[in-house]
């Protein structure tokens, strides 16, 4: 998606060779307009899936996660990091280690927005390790319903998350692929033609 990697290459700051920080459009600012595009994006790489709700985690995969579902007429969840004061009953978890931060988060959502009859589209800012993916897929199983499709905002193809997403064979379709960050520099993979 030639937009948002042109927005990369004029706001994004490479902090090292593994971290692109995107916090002027994406992770702490958002570009709405941006967000509106990344979204119908996903819609259209996704339409035959007959997609009936967005799954997401906070906090920076509300925003393309929102947009993806507005252009689908579908509704979003997002799966909470932090235990929330109302969701109490009902509740699906799964652990998801982030390698980036050295941390455990529980994950969760409620049963209640998630049915066996559904089939979910996973949004997520961020493919790194692919922990986060792995933990969303494991809440749509438990809540018995199936997942349509994964989509990514970026994806780092030089770490180890895309291989592991997608060796659960899903279909993940990342809108940036970043192939490396050496030398201060983001270099992308080669885009395949989307009809
Ligand atoms: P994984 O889910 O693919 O395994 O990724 P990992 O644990 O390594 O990443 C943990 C957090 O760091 C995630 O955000 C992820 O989006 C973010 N992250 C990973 N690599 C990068 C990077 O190169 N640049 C930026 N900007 N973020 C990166 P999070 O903790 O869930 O944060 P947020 O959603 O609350 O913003």
């Not at 060779?17 to 996704?46: C, W, Y």
């Not at 390698?99 to 949004?123: A, M």
């Amino acid at each position: 998606m030639n937009l948002l990697k042109n927005k990369i290459n004029a706001e994004g700051v490479v902090l090292s060779e593994t971290v692109l920080k995107v916090d002027s459009f994406l992770n702490h600012q958002v570009d709405p307009e941006l967000m509106l595009e990344i979204g119908k994006e996903f819609a259209h790489r996704f339409k035959d899936q007959g997609i009936t709700k967005v799954l997401t985690i906070e906090s920076s995969g509300i925003a393309p996660g929102v947009m993806a579902a507005l252009h689908m007429n579908v509704p979003l969840v997002f799966a909470r990091k932090k235990k929330s004061l109302t969701l109490s009953e009902g509740v699906l978890t799964s652990k998801v280690y982030s390698f980036t931060k050295q941390e455990e988060n529980t994950i969760s959502i409620s049963k209640t927005y998630i049915k066996e009859n559904d089939r979910v589209l996973l949004i997520d800012d961020f493919l790194a390790n692919g922990q986060a993916a792995l933990g969303l897929i494991d809440l749509v199983k438990q809540a018995g319903a199936e997942v349509a499709g994964i989509g990514i905002v970026i994806e780092k193809s030089f770490q180890n998350g895309g291989k592991l997403v997608r060796e659960t064979g899903y279909r993940v379709e990342s809108l940036a692929e970043i192939q490396s960050l050496e030398n201060g520099k983001v270099r992308f993979k080669q885009e395949k033609v989307h009809a």
